[in-house]
């Protein structure tokens, strides 16, 4: 998840053997173990990923943008009684995890102001430390040295626009966890057009609100952003690594508990819990549990099925760990025997992966890995049941900025999943995992769960959580 | 959750023997089994509750406006990737959950319009089957004789609404899972009178676009829903007692699985994997998973500090499902064994409880029932600890609608739940049930947790499923 549309006919190439950063077929995997992941802070707030790292963000883009004044919004309160969690620009710019916050930067100056609420000494009696303009520690652990109330953001602002200032604001549909920009976008887009709706969206009531109160047009900055938010920093790669890790967990806990008559609801909780467990704050995309005929719906998203012996169930579902997603799809047999014509068609995929991923290198094109993903499926023959692109990137959104066009350098991380959907037989095979590209090719950072059809299989027929619960019943 | 305000002194009045339908202290609860639940539909559209019942509510409206024209608007498509949760007021009136839906009906003649997309064959292709005007088995299923396409809404109401039409229409916030109206109507306040951003509610969008296109001003229909919404009927009772119940298997597991060390996010985790395997769709409200000195954040849910020896924990959370929530707390010893201080806090809050369940039947008032807990903790000179009103409606939304000096008539379901919190000591203790008001007294739909001291200290000795999973990965 989530698929991109197949937008280019296969290409017939020869097919290339597996690189070292690709797994042989039928190596296995190391055993996952069960050490639960640590949560920062122990109950303390943190910066993001560090002060320095976004810093050094907003140095980069300070630098990109060369003049003007720049303004960026957090998101306000949430609707609904669920956790808090940051818009990705604001985020990656700051670090800071609170609603009502802002930031100003003055480019050529290099003067940055932090936004924050008031004090509200009743509210966090009920709900425990907030970020708020009057914190001490704001300062240590952001690096800003200027931290004022939210309600300046007018006077701030005033002091700094004038009539020939470039005022840059981000575009970008503002998203938080598991939201992506192409999803947010086309929903404010359908609101905006309603007859009996027809509001604005948050980028554009800000860009208003600015042109009324300051007679500058604002300009975006989206673009020259979206190519830092490309190429990954240390520090964001180790993010995506701890999400692949707590998504590859949960996805061999799956198999292990799979069984005949499942719900697949069963396994979609199960999942969503292994995942917190080792650190996620939350899915990076709903579920795709897919048991039988489901697994030929690409963004199935209802779980609502008891799985049979015989079908296949295909789990497309990963977790966002410190605002990073990872994107995992694993397919097995409910029964823990794959059928004469599953193998069939999961050997082709395996295959098409591993020469997808083998083709990962800086100076190449995500477009290039598709096309050795569909060389292998068109070599044998099975292009007609090809229905998706194999590879997006992926990032703080799970469908993460950036061209496809655009050459491949190291710090990019795509998603590679190759798939095919039989309608006549039932039968819906993909795996995906993300990649990172290195100096020589790639680092997997969804490793450790397995892929090789034997292994597998062994992990099907292994104790599962949901095995020892239903004995316990006795 | 959600606490509400301490509104009143608390009033000493003499403890009143527990009925029959509060336990006896020291009575041990059932143990609870793990058949999981069944989902509604195995993968296929359901209508809600049932036809019928959505058929009912929209009745009672009818009756209950005499006059006009009804319009509800369904929400519109998701803006992250998660899966659709509809409005309630929505779905109350319909059952209906499908994105860019709406209700139209005719309050004299009886008329009654289901609105839905057009059939988009390319998208049901990637995410399964959809709700859309063409589905032959829509009116079957929901009962509406009368389905047309969703553009189609301004040509219905042009040709029911005249000049001197009253047009009703909900301006109760919309919510959906997790969703409740106080929240949401703050939320989107704010917005309104942010500065920077100045949007109106989607209510408050649709009032104004329906009198630009109609010149009718349309009046709001929330109080008389909100009456109709306060008395469950019989298969919204079935809806909360099946969140009760998946609610209390999760807590009891929890209790199960605690010991020194734990973070608390473990818990906050497998809590909500055993909820959703118990057939919920989701949280009714974010966990409050708070150890030591986080037991006296009263809405702490950052989830994040490792529980210590020695200490509480206190757990405040519970499911949705089908559309209803649960709101259940309890309190226990990470180590299995309560200190004599928290035992005696806790004893106090236990009696209480029990006294308050004991003082619910038709008649009295919740705050006769916050009266009956509050006498308790004053008999016990623990009212300097008392910091939150003990009971609140519950129903579609955590915060349910409701007047708290209402007379209480059978099928009204609310909390009962009293609190210490003791902050030299870093003590937090509460616990909470849902009851639902019956002929003679109430029903407890949250019974299948413990409670009882002895019985909740043996819990947290027993072998859970965190255990079993530190033991498998010797």
Redesign the interface.
């Known amino acids: 998840?989530?698929?991109t549309l197949l937008l280019t006919a296969s290409l017939v190439v020869s097919f290339a053997h597996a690189q070292s950063n690709a797994p042989a077929a039928g190596a296995k995997t190391q055993e996952p173990?069960?050490?639960?992941a640590?949560?920062?802070?122990?109950?303390k707030p943190v910066c993001g990923l560090g002060a320095s790292f976004h810093a050094g963000r907003r140095k980069a883009l300070r630098e990109a943008l060369g003049d003007g004044i720049v303004v960026v919004?957090g998101l306000?309160?949430?609707?609904?009684?669920?956790?808090f969690h940051q818009d990705k620009v604001f985020w990656y710019l700051t670090g800071v995890e609170s609603p009502n916050a802002a930031l100003v930067i003055d480019c050529k100056s290099g003067r940055e102001v932090l936004l924050l609420p008031k004090a509200n000494t009743g509210r966090e009696?009920?709900?425990?430390e907030l970020w708020d303009a009057d914190d001490a520690w704001v300062k240590e652990l952001t690096g800003f040295s200027e931290v004022r109330d939210s309600d300046e953001?007018?006077a701030v602002l005033g002091e700094l626009v004038k009539a020939d200032t470039t005022l840059w604001i981000s575009m970008h549909?503002n998203?938080?966890?598991?939201?992506?920009y192409d999803?947010?976008a086309?929903?404010?887009m359908?609101?905006h057009k309603?007859?009996?709706?027809?509001?604005?969206s948050?980028e554009q009531?800000?860009k208003d609100?600015?042109t009324k109160?300051f007679s500058v047009e604002a300009k975006d900055f989206t673009k020259k952003l979206n190519e830092l938010r490309r190429v990954k920093q240390p520090e964001e790669i180790a993010a995506m690594r701890r999400a692949g890790r707590a998504g590859a967990l949960a996805m061999a806990e799956a198999m292990r508990s799979t069984a005949p008559n499942m719900?697949e609801?069963?396994l979609?909780?199960?999942m969503?819990?292994?995942?917190?467990?080792e650190g996620a704050v939350g899915?990076?995309?709903?579920a795709i549990v897919g048991s039988g005929a489901?697994s030929l719906?690409?963004?199935?998203?209802?779980?609502?099925?008891?799985m049979q012996d015989g079908e296949v169930i295909l789990i497309d579902y990963a977790p966002e760990v410190d605002h990073y997603d990872s994107d995992i799809t694993r397919t097995w047999p409910v029964n823990g025997k794959f059928t004469a014509r599953q193998a069939e068609l999961y050997d082709a995929v395996f295959e098409a992966q591993a020469a997808g991923i083998a083709a990962v290198k800086p100076g190449v094109t995500i477009r290039d890995v598709e096309s050795a993903c569909s060389a292998v499926l068109a070599k044998h023959n099975f292009s007609q049941f090809v229905?998706h692109g194999a590879c997006h990137y992926i990032g703080m959104e799970?469908h993460d900025v950036g061209s496809g066009g655009a050459k491949l350098v190291p710090g990019v991380c795509f998603t590679v999943e190759p798939g095919l959907y039989e309608e006549k037989t039932g039968i819906g095979i993909r795996i995906e995992d993300v990649v990172c590209v290195t100096e020589s090719g790639c680092e997997v950072l969804s490793r450790d769960v397995p892929k090789d059809r034997a292994t597998v299989e062994k992990l099907v027929t292994e104790q599962g959580?949901l095995d020892?619960?239903?004995q316990?019943?006795q």
């Open positions: 998840m989530k698929l173990s069960y050490t639960p640590e949560r920062p802070g122990d109950g919004r306000p309160d949430v609707r609904d009684y669920l956790p009696s009920w709900d425990g953001l007018a549909p998203v938080a966890l598991a939201g992506c999803q947010a086309g929903t404010d359908a609101i309603d007859p009996f709706d027809g509001r604005v948050r009531a800000l609100a600015l109160q719900g609801w069963e979609d909780g199960l969503s819990w292994i995942q917190m467990r899915p990076a995309y709903h489901n719906v690409l963004h199935y998203g209802d779980s609502s099925r008891r229905r799970v959580v020892w619960l239903a316990r019943k």
